[in-house]
């Protein structure tokens, strides 16, 4: 194919292959004229002088004219060559200009204007999960703990192993928690808890430990009234030479009577949790009931916020610190379950909707 065109460049002799080739400049500066995109350019710059344009089929038929005709047109295909690719290079600046200002355009983002200003007067407002976790925050950090993250795409050492969490516990099957779909050795999965931060926080090798950590996490569960497969957890670790249970029992108490009230009692019961050794569940004064009694708590008046214990040996080395000459607490609970608690919300699916008129309802609050 390419063969046959040489031929009929050569067949055109000078002044018609001259014809030609200026035809041909015209047509690409025209062209160009109208690119847009990048995809367009590369198009049009393909067929002004990709190898089988007329600009290299006729620079290959050179060496087959003879001396008289390969000096003129020799000319005619260097000058055109120079005048395409000037053009070519002009449209290739405008077109990465004009991109650059569309995307720009596109990712601009004007946070004061928008649904939730306008809908609120100006005001705006925060979501409950959102102020929740600055509340609680807040309340740790005058209790001396500082606030640190961790991130939400794990691997299984970090999330399970590191945490004493055996190869066979069901936590681990894929039918409980989100794997990525991407070639990693060992897999990488949303984590399903904050705990693995407390691992991350005892490797960074830096005693004593009074952190924690906010964030989101991942389970499969259906959707129901009380789980969603992304929410919000805080993970709690403390880490210093003699740290007790003792410590662990006043720390959750101080915890809950500042964020629920003087009025709110904390209970721990036995519990188990690979991690932690001894293990117990974390439970709260029921805040509809007040500790009467009634449907929520299933008639107990307390309920269940969340896990804690002492941190196991084993996960004290994976931290790399030696258990022998320190020991430490951890707890852990769900924030959307804590926001449902106290603003009585009857479903938690309400809260990852997103629907401004929960926002307008309780902007006001807290
Ligand atoms: N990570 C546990 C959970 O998600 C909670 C927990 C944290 C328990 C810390 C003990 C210590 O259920």
Not at 311 to 321: F, I, N, W
Request: hydrophobic share 40%; with cysteine.
């Amino acid at each position: 194919m390419r063969r046959e065109r040489v031929m009929e460049a050569e067949g055109l002799g000078a002044a018609s292959s001259i014809d030609a080739l200026a035809g041909h400049v015209e047509r690409v500066l025209a062209e160009l004229e109208a690119v847009e995109s990048s995809l367009d350019l590369a198009r049009v710059r393909e067929a002004a002088i990709g190898p089988t344009s007329l600009l290299a089929t006729l620079s290959r038929s050179l060496r087959d004219l003879d001396p008289s005709q390969r000096s003129i047109v020799g000319r005619a295909v260097s000058d055109a060559r120079r005048r395409v690719t000037d053009a070519l290079e002009r449209a290739g600046r405008r077109v990465r200009e004009a991109e650059l200002e569309r995307q720009l355009q596109a990712e601009r983002s004007d946070p004061t204007t928008g649904l939730v200003r306008s809908a609120l007067d100006g005001t705006g407002a925060r979501h409950l999960v959102a102020r929740a976790r600055m509340e609680l925050e807040d309340v740790f950090w005058r209790l001396g703990f500082e606030v640190a993250t961790g991130p939400e795409v794990e691997d299984e050492w970090h999330n399970f192993e590191a945490l004493n969490v055996a190869e066979f516990h069901p936590a681990r099957a894929a039918q409980d928690s989100f794997y990525l779909d991407v070639p990693a050795s060992p897999p990488l999965l949303l984590r399903t808890h904050t705990s693995p931060a407390q691992i991350r926080l005892m490797r960074r090798g830096r005693l004593p430990i009074y952190a924690v950590v906010p964030g989101r996490v991942y389970r499969r569960d259906t959707p129901d009234a009380r789980h969603t497969p992304a929410f919000h957890q805080i993970e709690a670790l403390v880490v210093d030479e003699g740290i007790s249970f003792a410590h662990l029992k006043g720390t959750i108490e101080a915890f809950t009577s500042a964020y629920f009230g003087p009025h709110i009692a904390s209970r721990l019961r036995p519990a188990y949790f690979p991690f932690t050794e001894p293990s117990a569940e974390f439970e709260v004064t029921c805040t509809i009931c007040g500790g009467q009694g009634c449907r929520t708590c299933s008639g107990t008046g307390w309920i269940e916020l969340g896990g804690a214990g002492m941190v196991h040996e084993r996960v004290l080395e994976a931290g790399g610190l030696d258990p022998t000459s320190v020991s430490g607490f951890a707890f852990g609970f769900g924030i959307d379950r804590l926001v449902q608690m106290r603003y009585g919300i009857a479903d938690m699916r309400i809260l990852p909707d997103n629907d401004v008129r929960l926002l307008w309802q309780t902007r006001g609050e807290a």
